[in-house]
Nanobody, 117 residues
Framework: QVQLVESGGGLVQPGGSLRLSCAASVTIFSNYAMGWYRQPTGKQRELVAI???????NYADSVKGRFTISRDNAKNTVHLQMNSLKPEDTAVYYC???????????WGRGTLVTVSS
């Protein structure tokens, strides 16, 4: 069973930055596509950004140019650098790992990001 632990959430003012991290307890991290999703209160969970096992990335239109997803295969970690944060970015952010062969997916418990003055 894959365990994912997110960190880095918190309260930040509009225009500020945060860096989220997700540590994965897997044997071969490079065999996993990783993603960040978010769920605002009362709304559905939505994709924020994904990074494939090969390092290709894709972003939701709402975060393009502001957020950057990256991975460190040596440390079994994926990061989400969030800049120019807006109040509408407020949500619980979840890390997701998908094994590229079995397509089995696992989720972290989430970390809360609040953007407010």
């Amino acid at each position: 069973q894959v365990q994912l632990v997110e960190s880095g959430g918190g309260l930040v003012q509009p225009g500020g930055s945060l860096r989220l991290s997700c540590a994965a307890s897997v044997t071969i991290f490079s065999n996993y596509a990783m993603g960040w999703y978010r769920q605002p209160t009362g709304k559905q969970r939505e994709l924020v950004a994904i990074i494939t096992s090969g390092g290709s990335t894709n972003y939701a239109d709402s975060v393009k140019g502001r957020f950057t997803i990256s991975r460190d295969n040596a440390k079994n970690t994926v990061h989400l650098q969030m800049n120019s944060l807006k109040p509408e970015d407020t949500a619980v952010y979840y890390c997701r790992a998908e094994q590229v062969y079995s397509r089995m997916a696992s989720w972290g418990r989430g970390t809360l990001v609040t953007v407010s003055s």
